[in-house]
């Protein structure tokens, strides 16, 4: 079956290699660099199991059928399925999410081909899919939202925590489509996956088929809680550094209750990255008219978060002018989100950096990644020993032994050292 992909980030990538073991997949983006890079079977994203997957491929040890193309014919004509993965931003003049790549994407793929199923795969507004084939006057679209992480891009498609298409409860064809298609990712996933026993007992990846709206809705809300969570371990951590309690004792004793667990409760200069902040947003702009005090707060509350941060690190600038620094400078050690990761979209330490800044304190930005001179006005260094003789104090979202011998410069929330 001949598969199409509009976008190849993190989650067109991810899902072109998975889908390419079985089927015939043609990836479309409109950026020529990334094309030419994934037929080297080079990834054009860092990600331990993509890069793993192209190499084999390559080295003719995988079996792959993955092509990609600028060329809409070749990507679109003859799919009987058409996946799109275009980004979706936030748009804070409009306070929406920005869904014209999706549109974009939709059109080039009509343009080619009247039938294939698309199946949108970008995180979208809750009711996006319903309105879409009304106003398009197109019944051949349904939704599927991705739970996967960035850097685990493909690792989670492969161990899926659940698969969920949303298609109209009363179209017998659309909830047809997006079973097939619920079982297209199924056959993509590690065989083992078919054969685990979930935690209520039952065996195999769990699939639910949604209406469109609800599926939408499980993206936004399954997002914002675990942004909630993340807020929340931040407030707990805000709280004890304000007060001079131990956060490490205090988030042990809490989450030894098995109800609440010890995952996810590293503290950290806010939720980032290219999902949580937006989709929180979003989630928010869709309760308009409808009551609400928690997803209100939770966008809030990272905001309270990175200025609560920010102060603390202007603190240990005063301290050190106090006993005799002329013009203490401060480093933000790597703009990224996670330790493992090569991009830093909606990174938080970029909110503390921008407070720091606005204060007048100087900032030095240490990130291997970034092959630019600058980053928002403030010197950027890949040379890692002359960073750490130049800064006075080192914020770092992520704890890295790279730091250990400046560890009295740095200040870091990252008390578990891990993400
Ligand atoms: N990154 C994540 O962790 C993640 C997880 C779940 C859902 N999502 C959602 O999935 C969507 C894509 O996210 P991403 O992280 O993969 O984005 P990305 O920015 O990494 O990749 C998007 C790709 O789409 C390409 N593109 C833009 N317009 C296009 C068009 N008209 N036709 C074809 N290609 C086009 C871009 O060049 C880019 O390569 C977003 O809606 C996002 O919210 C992302």
Redesign the pocket.
């Known amino acids: 079956m001949k598969i199409a992909v509009?976008?190849?980030?993190?989650?067109?990538l991810s899902l072109a290699v998975l889908l390419a073991q079985h089927n015939e997949v043609r990836a479309?983006?409109?950026?020529p660099e990334?094309v030419e890079k994934i037929n080297r079977f080079e990834s054009p994203?860092q990600d331990d199991e993509i890069e793993r997957f192209l190499a084999e491929a390559q080295a003719g040890q995988r079996a792959l059928d993955l092509h990609a193309t600028v060329d809409p014919q070749e990507a679109y004509a003859g799919a009987e399925f058409a996946i799109v993965?275009?980004?979706?931003n936030y748009d804070s003049d409009r306070n929406f999410f920005d869904t014209s790549?999706v549109e974009?994407?939709i059109e080039?793929i009509r343009g080619v081909n009247p039938t294939a199923w698309i199946v949108i795969?970008?995180?979208i507004p809750v009711g996006y899919t319903a309105s879409l084939r009304e106003r398009l006057g197109d019944s051949r679209i349904v939704f599927s939202p991705?739970?996967?992480?960035?850097s685990k891009?493909l690792y989670d498609n492969l161990h899926p925590s659940r698969i969920v298409v949303g298609a109209p409860k009363g179209d017998a064809e659309a909830v047809a489509a997006a079973k097939r298609f619920a079982d297209l990712l199924a056959h993509g996933a590690d065989p083992a996956e078919l054969e685990r026993t979930n935690a209520d007992g039952t065996v195999g990846i769990p699939r639910l088929v949604l209406g469109t709206t609800e599926a939408e809705a499980v993206k936004l809300f399954a997002n914002t809680y675990l942004a909630l969570r993340v807020a929340y371990f931040n407030e707990l951590d805000t709280y004890c550094e304000a007060r001079g309690l131990s956060t490490a004792d205090v988030i042990e004793g809490v989450c030894l209750e098995p109800r609440i667990g010890s995952h996810y409760n590293n503290p950290s200069f806010g939720y980032g990255?290219?999902?949580l902040p937006?989709?929180t947003k979003q989630l928010l702009a869709n309760y308009k008219d409808v009551p609400q005090n928690l997803i209100e707060a939770i966008v809030e509350s990272n905001r309270t978060r990175k200025d609560f941060v920010a102060e603390q690190v202007l603190s240990r600038v005063s301290q050190l002018v106090y006993s005799g620094t002329p013009a203490p400078v401060v480093g933000v050690y790597r703009l990224t989100m996670k330790s493992n990761s090569d991009n830093f979209r909606a990174s938080s330490i970029q909110g503390i950096m921008k407070r720091v800044k606005a204060k007048g304190v100087p900032v030095v930005v240490f990130e291997p990644t970034l092959d630019a001179p600058e980053f928002f006005g403030s010197e950027v260094t890949r040379d890692l020993a002359a960073f750490k003789g130049r800064c006075d104090v080192i914020v770092a979202n992520r704890w890295s032994d790279d730091l250990s011998d400046v560890a009295d410069k740095v200040y870091t929330r990252d008390l578990f050292k891990r993400d």
Do not use: H, M, W
Not at 6 to 12: C, E, P, S
């Open positions: 509009a976008g190849t980030g993190y989650v067109g479309l983006d409109i950026v990334k994203i993965a275009t980004p979706t790549s974009a994407a080039a795969k970008s995180t991705e739970f996967l992480r960035e891009a990255g290219y999902c937006k989709d």
